[in-house]
Nanobody
Framework: QVQLVESGGGLVQPGGSLRLSCAAS????????MAWYRQAPGKQREFVAE??????NYADSVKGRFTISRTNTWNTLYLQMNSLKVEDTAVYYC?????????WGKGTLVTVSS
């Protein structure tokens, strides 16, 4: 069983930065896939970034601004968010897939506003 807990959300001005963290209890391994999704008010949940042993992928809307990374033990996932825009406002969710099972965190709110 894997539990994912996000942290690091908050209020930031446009152009600012935040780093989100996702702590995984249980064993995520190099064979796993971990990702970030987000859901803005009134919108569907959307893909932000993912990483696996194969590599990393980003949504076009965040390329060049967001960076996904992890610890070597795969027990913490990060999302460094730079040059934040108002439209990045959303609840950000951590996602993990291991052994065919999907796991979700409860989310952390990021608000970009002046």
């Amino acid at each position: 069983q894997v539990q994912l807990v996000e942290s690091g959300g908050g209020l930031v001005q446009p152009g600012g930065s935040l780093r989100l963290s996702c702590a995984a209890s249980g064993s995520m391994s190099s064979g796993s896939l971990m990702a970030w999704y987000r859901q803005a008010p009134g919108k569907q949940r959307e893909f932000v970034a993912e990483m696996s042993s194969v590599g990393k992928n980003y949504a076009d809307s965040v390329k060049g601004r967001f960076t996904i990374s992890r610890t070597n033990t795969w027990n913490t996932l990060y999302l460094q968010m730079n040059s934040l825009k108002v439209e990045d406002t959303a609840v950000y969710y951590c996602y993990g897939r291991k052994d065919g099972m999907d796991y979700w965190g409860k989310g952390t709110l990021v608000t970009v506003s002046s």
